[in-house]
């Protein structure tokens, strides 16, 4: 099949039009924020600790079914809402304008095996500068995937559909390596550096208090109820990663996503920039109740374009950036998560072969562009 360059109707003047176009649309969010938003993320994270705390005490019954069942279930949300909508956007500094302490990206540390400085460096310097861009953001397929046709195709790629599980299964370790760059520094060299090895034992400091946390102090609080306890939370850790690695999935591999090679962003303007965040990302359709449990990330367009902005405005942002899409004929990749999750998985299935498909331009650019 021919890939065809979704964006070269575009002149180099629309495309810096559209830049000043969606600063606009930043601008004026910027200059709305107020108490509303601070009212909110505070709500929620008092939402999300209560839910905690009563979710740990039944589960100190969970020797019992039912108090096993609805204890796993409101641990599993607390942790999404902790991981998602709480730590993922306080950490990209959406909430340090209140200018609060106690909910700043400095000084946040989230329920996760991956310390939150690491994480916002491979996170927001790293992967929302260089999005989609293959060899300088691994983020996409956390260094264990083949993510373009373009990319040489190998027979351990036969393997990516298991990696992939496994890396859901395990998501927040898939993360805490991909934030150590552990494929790089896998020599002897490498592991020998005083940056490399401090990072290490960071990760490993963060590990062990997670594990302590969660697989040893609650189910020993538990008494008889030890091994039931133990397996819920598991279960509840289980439940997070997988939906926190599908909503990741949904927002970066579907079906008519672009990813980009390095040439392509040499000398890259403010509007190429815009550009390349919404073709390379794609957004879930749904009810609030669903953008809240992706931690507003099922608006993925909207969040690369606009990082820091607080993520309970992003549906507002979508509709204009929406309407930008239509006026600048461009696609606007979304659907259901059950339509975006197929097409996801559909696509790590099909570049665990070896195919390959033409090259396209890039957004603005003379130089080449991988289009998925």
Same mark, same amino acid.
């Given at each position: 099949?021919?890939?065809?360059?979704?964006?070269?109707?575009l002149t180099a003047e629309q495309i810096e039009e559209l830049g000043r176009?969606?600063?606009?649309?930043?601008?004026?969010?910027?200059?709305?924020?107020?108490? /509303?938003?601070?009212?909110?993320? *505070?709500?929620?994270?008092?939402?999300?600790?209560?839910?905690?705390?009563?979710?740990?005490?039944?589960?100190?019954?969970?020797?019992?079914?039912?108090?096993?069942?609805?204890?796993?279930?409101?641990?599993? @949300?607390?942790?999404?809402?902790?991981?998602?909508?709480?730590?993922?956007?306080?950490?990209?500094?959406?909430?340090?304008?209140?200018?609060?302490?106690?909910?700043?990206?400095? +000084?946040?540390?989230?329920?996760?095996?991956?310390?939150?400085?690491?994480?916002?460096?491979?996170?927001?310097?790293?992967?929302?500068?260089?999005?989609? @861009?293959?060899?300088?953001?691994?983020?996409?397929?956390?260094?264990i995937m083949r993510v373009d046709e373009d990319q040489k195709w190998h027979?351990?790629?036969?393997?990516?559909?298991?990696?992939?599980?496994?890396?859901?299964?395990?998501?927040?370790?898939?993360?805490?390596?991909?934030?150590?760059?552990?494929?790089?520094?896998?020599?002897?060299?490498?592991?020998?550096?005083?940056?490399?090895?401090?990072?290490?034992?960071? @990760?490993?400091?963060?590990?062990?208090?997670?594990?302590?946390?969660?697989?040893?102090?609650?189910?020993?609080?538990?008494?008889?109820?030890?091994?039931? +306890?133990?397996?819920?939370?598991?279960?509840?850790?289980?439940? *997070?990663?997988?939906?926190?690695?599908?909503?990741?999935?949904?927002?970066?591999?579907?079906?008519? @996503?672009?990813?980009?090679?390095?040439?392509?962003?040499?000398?890259?303007?403010?509007?190429?920039?815009?550009? *390349?965040?919404?073709?390379?990302?794609?957004?879930?359709?749904?009810?609030?109740?669903?953008?809240?449990?992706?931690?507003?990330?099922?608006?993925?367009?909207?969040?690369?374009l606009f990082p820091d902005l607080p993520s309970n405005r992003y549906a507002?942002?979508?509709?204009?950036?929406?309407?930008?899409?239509?006026?600048?004929?461009?696609?606007?990749?979304?659907?259901?998560?059950? /339509?975006?999750?197929?097409?996801?998985?559909?696509?790590?299935?099909?570049?665990?072969?070896?195919?390959? *498909?033409?090259?396209? /331009?890039?957004?603005?650019?003379?130089?080449?562009?991988?289009?998925?």
């Open positions: 099949m021919t890939a065809i360059d979704p964006t070269a109707h176009e969606l600063d606009a649309i930043r601008d004026d969010v910027i200059a709305g924020r107020g108490e /509303k938003d601070a009212a909110y993320i *505070r709500k929620v994270i008092s939402a999300q600790r209560k839910l905690e705390l009563v979710s740990r005490g039944v589960l100190l019954f969970s020797i019992f079914p039912p108090a096993w069942l609805l204890g796993t279930a409101g641990l599993s @949300v607390a942790k999404i809402m902790d991981n998602m909508e709480i730590g993922h956007n306080i950490l990209h500094g959406q909430w340090d304008w209140m200018r609060d302490p106690k909910i700043h990206s400095t +000084t946040w540390e989230w329920d996760h095996v991956s310390p939150s400085e690491q994480w916002k460096h491979s996170h927001n310097e790293l992967h929302h500068t260089y999005t989609n @861009v293959i060899g300088k953001d691994n983020d996409l397929g956390y260094g027979p351990f790629h036969l393997g990516q559909p298991l990696w992939n599980f496994l890396n859901a299964c395990f998501f927040e370790y898939g993360i805490a390596a991909y934030d150590l760059e552990l494929g790089n520094n896998l020599g002897k060299r490498s592991r020998k550096s005083p940056e490399f090895r401090a990072r290490a034992k960071a @990760v490993g400091r963060k590990i062990r208090k997670q594990v302590l946390k969660d697989y040893v102090i609650h189910p020993l609080l538990s008494g008889p109820s030890f091994l039931t +306890t133990l397996g819920a939370t598991f279960t509840a850790n289980l439940v *997070r990663n997988i939906w926190s690695h599908s909503v990741i999935m949904c927002g970066h591999f579907p079906e008519g @996503v672009q990813v980009f090679e390095r040439q392509s962003i040499e000398g890259e303007t403010r509007g190429q920039w815009y550009l *390349r965040q919404m073709m390379g990302s794609a957004n879930i359709s749904g009810s609030k109740a669903m953008h809240f449990m992706t931690g507003n990330l099922s608006h993925q367009i909207e969040h690369h507002e942002v979508a509709v204009k950036v929406r309407a930008l899409f239509d006026k600048y004929e461009l696609e606007y990749v979304t659907g259901p998560l059950p /339509k975006q999750v197929l097409s996801a998985w559909h696509k790590v299935f099909r570049l665990s072969l070896p195919n390959k *498909r033409p090259k396209v /331009k890039a957004p603005g650019h003379e130089q080449e562009l991988v289009a998925t």
